[in-house]
C-alpha cells in the first residue's frame, strides 16, 4: 500500500479501496513533497505530527509583528468555550486573547501564512482524498498565568473538524520555564511540546485530548485553526 493511501486507509474509514479508487490515483499528477509526506506518516503512526521550522525565522518574524500590532490595537477579544454559535467566556477554562482571521483581508503576513497552509491542504486533499473544504484560524496570545484545561477541538453539535494546527510565533529566547506547553494526551504518554518560533504542531481534532499548561512568563504568542470537511 502506497504510504499516501495508509492515511487514506486508516483516517479515512469511510474511504472504499477499490481497483478503481487505486487507479484514480495512479492517475492523480503530484510532485512529492517530503515535508508533508512526513506530517502524512506521522499522523498515520500517531495521529499528531510536530514540525519544526515550519515557518522560516523570517517569516516567524513578519507574522508575530502582525499579530502585535493587531493586538497593540485592541482587537483582541477575550476567547470563549463552545463554537461560534454557542460561546461561552469561562476564565476557569481558557485564559487567551484571540482575533479570528479573515484570508479574503488578509495582510502580506496573512497571505504569507495561508499560502502555506493551503499548499498542505490542497496536498492532503489530492493524495489522501481527505475531502478539507473549509479551514478557519485565529491568532492567539496567552498573558501570564493563562492557560486552557484538557479538551478536545470538536463540539457536539458541530463535528467538522478534522485537523488542529497550532503554529507558534513566540521569540527566539522561549524559555521552558516560561511555560506555556502544548500537552497532547495519547494512549502511551502525556507528550509536553514547547512553543518555539517556526514550529508547527498538527493532530486530529476528534481524537487527542491536549491543553496549554500555565504560561509563567511573557506573552505565548501562536496561530491557532481547524481544517474541516463540509
Known amino acids: 500500500m502506497k504510504k499516501t493511501n495508509r492515511f487514506l486507509h486508516y483516517i479515512c474509514p469511510l474511504f472504499k479501496k477499490s481497483r478503481m479508487t487505486e487507479e484514480l490515483f495512479e492517475q492523480l499528477e503530484f510532485i512529492e513533497n517530503p515535508l508533508f509526506e512526513t506530517i502524512i506518516d506521522d499522523l498515520l503512526q500517531q495521529q499528531y505530527s510536530i514540525v519544526n521550522d515550519f515557518f522560516s525565522s523570517e517569516e516567524v518574524e513578519v507574522l508575530r509583528n502582525s499579530l502585535l500590532a493587531k493586538y497593540e490595537a485592541d482587537r483582541f477579544k477575550k476567547s470563549a468555550i463552545g463554537n461560534r454559535t454557542n460561546e461561552e467566556i469561562d476564565k476557569a477554562i481558557r485564559g487567551d486573547f484571540i482575533l479570528w482571521m479573515d484570508e479574503k483581508n488578509a495582510n502580506e ?13 490542497n496536498y492532503l ?9 473549509q479551514k478557519e484560524f485565529h491568532y492567539a496570545v496567552y498573558p501570564t498565568g493563562t492557560f486552557y484545561k484538557r479538551h478536545l477541538d470538536t463540539f ?12 507558534y510565533l513566540n521569540e527566539d529566547n522561549w524559555l521552558r520555564e516560561n511555560g ?11 507528550l509536553d511540546i514547547l ?28 496561530i491557532t485553526g ?3 470537511t463540509r
Open 195 to 222: 512553543p518555539l518560533p517556526g514550529r508547527v504542531v498538527i493532530f486530529e481534532s476528534q481524537v487527542l485530548e491536549h491543553e496549554v499548561k500555565v504560561v509563567k512568563a511573557s506573552e505565548r504568542m501562536s
Open 109 to 121: 503576513a496573512e497571505l504569507l501564512f495561508f499560502k502555506k497552509i493551503n499548499d498542505l491542504v
Open 180 to 190: 506555556g506547553e502544548l500537552t497532547i494526551y495519547t494512549e502511551k504518554e502525556d
Open 125 to 133: 486533499n489530492k493524495t489522501c482524498f481527505l475531502g478539507i473544504l
Open 156 to 167: 457536539q453539535n458541530d463535528d467538522r473538524r478534522k485537523l488542529s494546527i497550532v503554529c
Open 226 to 228: 481547524w481544517l474541516k
